[in-house]
């Protein structure tokens, strides 16, 4: 129980860190070696791309985990201060459902992948999984931030984000 807690706390956040540490050694590495060596690496700036593609997924799932999305204030603010709240959960209700659609067509697509990288010779579709594993774990989380905001409006509490 314990273990699912901290994977539920942490798990974008640790990944993206681990992806970010990662991909800026390579990128530095790649550095050292075309200005230092004069001899470029064939593999790198492949591998930091599919990382940066990875980070990118996995970003939007830990962004919905801390609820700081881009929402548009001067619209909600149309909207009289009572219904607010509301207007919040239909438009997490309506991003859940393009989660959900995406990750299930990032799903199918990436089955489908029979290529290979040029460099590294890594099958694509574990570049385009990323796609379902970012949107699916997005998919989660915004059903954890609608139980959330229920929660506070069944409560009388706000929320935050």
Known sequence: ???????????????????MSVMTVIIFIQV????????????SEELARYIFIWLVYLGISYGCQMRKHIKID???NLFPKN????VVI???VFFL???????YTGFGYSLKQTRVS???GIPFKYVYISTFVGFGLAAIRQIQTIAYRIRCIKNGEEYEG
Do not use: T
């Open 83 to 86: 219904m607010r709240k509301y």
């Open 97 to 103: 459902l393009f989660a959900i659609y995406v990750a």
């Open 90 to 92: 239909v438009g997490d």
């Open 74 to 76: 001067a619209a909600l």
């Open 32 to 43: 050292v070696a075309r200005y230092v060596f004069q001899n470029s690496l064939s593999w």
């Open 118 to 120: 040029s460099a590294m």
């Open 1 to 19: 129980m314990k273990v699912l807690k901290w994977l539920d706390a942490n798990l974008e956040k640790y990944c993206c860190v681990v992806l």
